[in-house]
C-alpha cells in the first residue's frame, strides 16, 4: 500500500449539520479494516467535539483546535501544541462587544463579523497571534500554528510520512493539511479554492465524498491520486 492513512477534516467532510450518517462510519471502519490508520483533523474544541461524535476512538490520533491539540483516543490524553493567548485577549474581546466567545485549551474562537475587532485587539496589546478563517468562524491561534503543524506532530507519534496520507477537506483552513499530505482531496461541497489547489475533487458532497475515497482506497490504493501533480 502506498497510502496508509486517512485524515479528514469534520464539518463539511466528514459531518453534515454536524452530523456523520451510518454509510459514512461504516465506510470508516472497513477502511480501519484493512489495516489502515484514521485520523482527524479540526477546528472544533475537543470536548465540543465529543459531545457531538462519540466515536473518537475510530482515530488514531485526534489534531483539535485548529492543529493547536493532539488527542490520543485510546489513552484518553490531550496534549497542547503550543501556548494558550493570555487570559486578557479573550477577556478585551468581551468588553469590545464579541460575541459569542469561545476558550479552548489554545484557541480562541468567535464569528464573522467580528474580525476586524479581534484583529485591533491583537494589535493593542500587541500579541503575536494569527486569524484563521472556516466558512464564517474565525479562529485566533498563536502564529505558525495550523492543522498542517498539527498533522506533523500526528504522523511523528505514529511514525507515518506525509507522502502516505490522503487528507480531505472542504474549507480555508484546510489548505495547509491538504498540502502536506502525499493526496489532498477535497469534497464536492468543499470552497472553490480548496478545489482549485486540492489533487482531486470527489464527486459526492460531505460523507459521500469521504466514502468515494474510502471505496478507491479499498480498490486500488486511489491511483487516480498517483498520477496528479501535488498541490502548488
Not at 479573550?90 to 460575541?99: F, H
Not at 474580525?115 to 466558512?135: A, M, W
Request: aromatic share 4%.
Amino acid at each position: 500500500m502506498r497510502y496508509l492513512a486517512l485524515a479528514c477534516d469534520y464539518d463539511g467532510t466528514l459531518a453534515h449539520h454536524g452530523t456523520v450518517d451510518e454509510p459514512t462510519m461504516a465506510a470508516l471502519e472497513r477502511l480501519r479494516a484493512s489495516g489502515r490508520k484514521l485520523l482527524l483533523v479540526t477546528g472544533r474544541e475537543l470536548d465540543d467535539l465529543a459531545q457531538v461524535f462519540p466515536h473518537l476512538n475510530l482515530f488514531e490520533r485526534v489534531v483539535a483546535e485548529n492543529g493547536a491539540l493532539l488527542y490520543r483516543p485510546a489513552t484518553n490524553e490531550a496534549k497542547p501544541l503550543a501556548e494558550p493567548p493570555p487570559e486578557l485577549f479573550a477577556n478585551a474581546l468581551r468588553q469590545r462587544g464579541v460575541a459569542p466567545v469561545s476558550v479552548g485549551r489554545v484557541i480562541v474562537a468567535t464569528w464573522q463579523p467580528h474580525e476586524h475587532t479581534v484583529l485591533q485587539v491583537i494589535r493593542d496589546l500587541g500579541l503575536e497571534l494569527q486569524i484563521i478563517f472556516n466558512k464564517g468562524a474565525i479562529m485566533v491561534l498563536p502564529a505558525g500554528v495550523n492543522k498542517a503543524t498539527g498533522l506533523t506532530a500526528a504522523l511523528k507519534e505514529l511514525r507515518l510520512a506525509p507522502p502516505q496520507v490522503v487528507g480531505v477537506g472542504d474549507a480555508e483552513n484546510d489548505h495547509a493539511f491538504l498540502g502536506l499530505c502525499g493526496c489532498g482531496a477535497a469534497v464536492a461541497n468543499a470552497l472553490p479554492s480548496l478545489k482549485h489547489e486540492a489533487q482531486l475533487v470527489t464527486r459526492g458532497d460531505h460523507g459521500a465524498g469521504v466514502q468515494e475515497l474510502v471505496e478507491e482506497l479499498l480498490a486500488n490504493d486511489l491511483k487516480r491520486c498517483q498520477a496528479q501533480p501535488g498541490p502548488s
